[in-house]
């Protein structure tokens, strides 16, 4: 895909699955400069080895925010979804 292309990248539910460092600097690089990643994914309270239905961890909220700072992205406005409804921060 070339360079500098996309405003908008929507990702959901496969950050877990994926190898961050090159699909993430991927992202970054198809992404234009005011461009945006959209990512919902599912995340736990505790660590768990690996989610029965697709075979890989899932996130705690710290470990999802490492990931993502780790490899030079930022939260710009965040969703938490919760059983009894939505809160936004």
């Given at each position: 895909m070339p360079s500098a292309t996309y405003n908008k990248i929507l990702i959901f539910d496969v950050v877990h699955e994926l190898t961050y460092k090159k699909k993430f600097a991927d992202c970054?690089?198809?992404l234009t400069?005011?461009?945006s990643i959209f990512i919902e994914e599912i995340l736990v309270h505790k660590p768990v080895k690996k989610?029965?239905?697709c075979n890989y961890p899932f996130f705690t909220e710290e470990e999802?925010?490492?990931v993502l700072s780790d490899n030079g992205l930022s939260i710009k406005r965040e969703?938490?979804?919760l059983d009894s409804g939505t809160i936004n921060t």
């Open positions: 970054k690089r198809i400069p005011s461009g989610d029965k239905a999802f925010k490492k969703q938490i979804s």
